[in-house]
């Protein structure tokens, strides 16, 4: 079933035709997204290290992360891809092994150090890939996010230099998250391309339109959900009807 699930995960990065990723973050967001029609659920670190009691940036322990995976893969039938920081200090095969017994099928990889921001040493971090794919072979859809934009200014080069790194040590899909132009970077990589869709960001039809392969929206839904539970929560501590007042 695992293969079957990765290789129907695998199949959908078309560009062109892009995956659309509305990440969640719980068995009941999951569930919401599976009930909408998309076909796979994606979670994302950001959002569900807060419903855990956590701060992103791997502050999470790794048992209380595969264990939040594990409740969403079981709540749905559909292909479940994981945002997994840079593994949790988890060495490339355990990481693996762990992520295939929680039931997911795909992972997201960044190249900086969750803790300090600092980007990983490319050969580094194409090292710990090429591990991740020994260690998976076609078990899991590796999606190998580049830091180059997050915090700091990013080149086209260099951005375009560790895509290529990371695809040659395995990675099937390319996250160059915060990047300016999608459609620069899908020319210049040539390969699948994931972007975060923000309230600034090109419309679903035009990222498509830009050649890319995958568009998730990280923390940005639980965010927006967050924030209306605690203006309800607000109206509760006024006195006020939270399912009447406007």
């Not at 699930?5 to 892009?18: N, S």
């Not at 699948?192 to 923000?198: D, G, S, T």
Request: charged share 20%.
């Amino acid at each position: 079933m695992t293969s079957k699930k990765a290789a129907g995960l695998r199949d959908l990065h078309v560009p062109g035709d892009p995956l659309i990723l509305p990440n969640a973050w719980d068995a009941a967001s999951a569930r919401a997204v599976q009930e909408a029609g998309f076909p796979v659920v994606a979670t994302g670190s950001a959002a569900v290290a807060p419903v855990l009691g956590y701060a992103d940036g791997e502050a999470t322990p790794a048992a209380e992360m595969l264990a939040a995976v594990a409740r969403i893969a079981r709540a749905v039938d559909v292909p479940v891809t994981a945002d997994m920081e840079r593994g949790y200090g988890l060495r490339p095969a355990e990481l693996v092994e762990r992520l295939l017994e929680a039931g997911a099928v795909g992972c997201n990889l960044e190249d900086s150090d969750p803790r300090t921001g600092e980007l990983i040493d490319v050969d580094e971090q194409a090292g710990f890939l090429a591990e991740v794919r020994a260690a998976a072979g076609s078990e899991l859809v590796v999606n190998a996010r580049v830091d180059t934009y997050a915090g700091r200014r990013g080149t086209l080069e260099e951005t375009v230099a560790r895509a290529r790194r990371y695809l040659e040590a395995g990675a099937d899909c390319i996250y160059p998250i915060l990047a300016p132009n999608p459609a620069e970077l899908v020319a210049a990589i040539g390969a699948p391309v994931n972007v975060l869709f923000r309230k600034d960001s090109p419309s679903q039809a035009e990222l498509a339109a830009a050649g890319v392969a995958r568009i998730s929206f990280g923390h940005g839904l639980h965010q927006a959900v967050h924030a209306h539970a605690a203006e309800l929560i607000a109206h509760v501590r006024a006195g006020r009807n939270p399912y009447t007042t406007r």
